[in-house]
């Protein structure tokens, strides 16, 4: 079909899959603010207004690729972040963490780089509330780091043998006379095949195959004595596999680099209509092609003709981790992540804490008559440290996108432009100015950031 022709009715089945990931360009959509400000919600959590400003002249392609970039600062950044988790991790307390965490995903010089960490975490499930060692928990996310935009193959290989994975599956007490079948059946129902693409034998004697991986002083080990060495069958091949055989058979399925490209589309471009398979099979294929390549897909998905579409753009609803520190990156402030560790919990998302193998639901399950309302309460209290538990640096006045600005009208639509960067009807304008002009309810930025913030559309990314 024609791109001109594309609309937001225009059935997924009917887009020619090649056109749809090939790179943007200028006769599909010139790039504009609001491309790049959809850009920075999915490939980090928001943009200020001079990254904004930055991307708009650097253009898509360059934009993309500084995102994918180790940015010059990182080794420093990082470097401290690691140091002054220490003193954390001493403590023993893994509730610690979750604050860490939201401290370096707001302060982070590589936005992608968190965004999917945090996609990781989703993806390997596993939750400080049973394995209760900080130390255990803070390794296996610096190793999600390490991996997050590389390849599929080392990061399945490490994380099927880190020690809180091994804890929170069970693969400790996975031994040849009882053989633990949790690992066998989380690592192709939810990390690489997807339902349907097994059966109940494959599970048994994966399980059988993973026999013998155990802890010793809180760091894998093979017991060789504690080991199922019979003849095994699983999806199609049979021999006297060993767990790392498993995991080479599952990386050699066509089914994972399927299962692996519909999660993360999801995740960065759609999660309201489920795609034909026609529409993901090139991906799916140049992903297999580039021996499972995270940097390779996302490059190809941000710079494409379809992730700039109205079939991606405003078509996933913001976590409660991506609402705070989308709002608090944008205008450029800071505050305490211990309050806003506790406020995220109670709006469904601690991170480190996910509720269950499969992670979080998202989607339309993170919103609700009580979530909305906690939402607006978790901006007020940013915004305006009315309980001083937030200790929140913010100076609304003198940011850079109000420069120069007097009018009421100007400022709250330079606000939206800043938080929403996508047009609202006139009516929601007049109301906004109303609230930025009201001096007699006092704080007017901080009610007109409260305003924007609350309404339907920042809740989309």
């Known amino acids: ?14 887009i020619d899959p090649v056109w749809a990931w090939s790179p943007l ?54 470097g401290e972040a690691d140091r002054s988790v220490a003193a954390l991790l001493a403590s023993g307390n893994a509730n610690h963490l979750s604050a860490w965490w939201l401290y370096v995903m707001l302060n982070s010089p590589q936005p992608l780089l968190e965004k999917l960490t945090l996609f990781w975490h989703g993806h390997f499930a596993t939750s400080a509330a049973k394995v209760t060692d900080g130390r255990m928990m803070f390794a296996q996310h610096a190793l999600l780091r390490k991996h997050a935009l590389g390849h599929f193959g080392p990061l399945l290989e490490e994380l099927s043998k880190d020690p809180a994975m091994l804890v929170w599956l069970d693969s400790t007490t996975n031994h040849k006379a009882h053989p633990n079948e949790n690992f066998a059946r989380e690592v192709m129902e939810l990390f690489c095949l997807g339902i349907g693409h097994y059966t109940e034998h494959d599970i048994k004697d994966a399980a059988r195959a993973f026999t013998g ?30 767990g790392d055989d498993v995991l080479k058979i599952l990386l050699e399925q066509p089914a994972t680099a399927r299962f692996l490209v519909g999660k993360l589309y999801r995740f960065i471009v759609n999660e309201t209509v489920e795609p034909p398979a026609t529409l993901l099979e090139p991906l799916a294929a140049g992903f297999r092609a580039a021996e499972y390549d995270m940097t390779w897909l996302l490059r190809t998905m941000l710079r494409s003709n379809f992730f700039y579409s109205p079939h991606a753009m405003q078509q996933r609803i913001k976590s409660p981790v991506e609402f705070a520190i989308g709002l608090l990156h944008s205008l450029e402030g800071s505050a305490n992540t211990y309050a806003l560790a506790d406020d995220l919990r109670d709006l469904g998302q601690a991170v480190f804490f996910p509720p269950n193998v499969k992670g ?22 940013v915004v305006s440290d009315r309980d001083g538990r937030y200790n929140t640096r913010l100076a609304l006045d003198c940011l850079p996108a109000l420069s120069g600005l007097g009018d009421p009208a100007a400022i709250s639509r330079r606000l939206a432009d800043l938080l929403l960067a996508f047009p609202l009807p006139d009516a929601v304008y007049v109301q906004l100015a109303a609230v ?12 007109a950031v409260q305003a924007i913030a609350t309404l339907p559309e920042f809740q989309l990314a």
């Open 1 to 14: 079909m024609a791109a001109q022709s594309l609309s937001p009715n225009t059935p997924l089945a009917e």
């Open 25 to 78: 360009t200028p006769a599909f959509r010139p790039w504009t603010r609001e491309l790049a400000a959809h850009l920075y919600r999915r490939a980090g959590f928001s943009a200020t207004w001079a990254e904004l400003d930055e991307a708009v002249a650097d253009g898509c392609h360059r934009t993309v690729e500084r995102l994918l970039s180790r940015a010059p600062q990182s080794d420093s950044f990082y």
């Open 213 to 242: 991986w155990e802890l010793r002083k809180d760091q894998f080990r093979f017991n060789r004595y504690q080991h199922d060495d019979g003849l095994k069958s699983l999806l199609g091949k049979s021999g006297r596999f060993t």
């Open 360 to 381: 979080w639901d998202g989607g339309a399950a993170w919103i609700n008559s009580s979530t909305l309302v906690g939402r607006a309460n978790l901006v007020w209290n």
């Open 436 to 447: 930025a002009a009201d001096k007699i309810s006092g704080n007017q930025l901080a009610r």
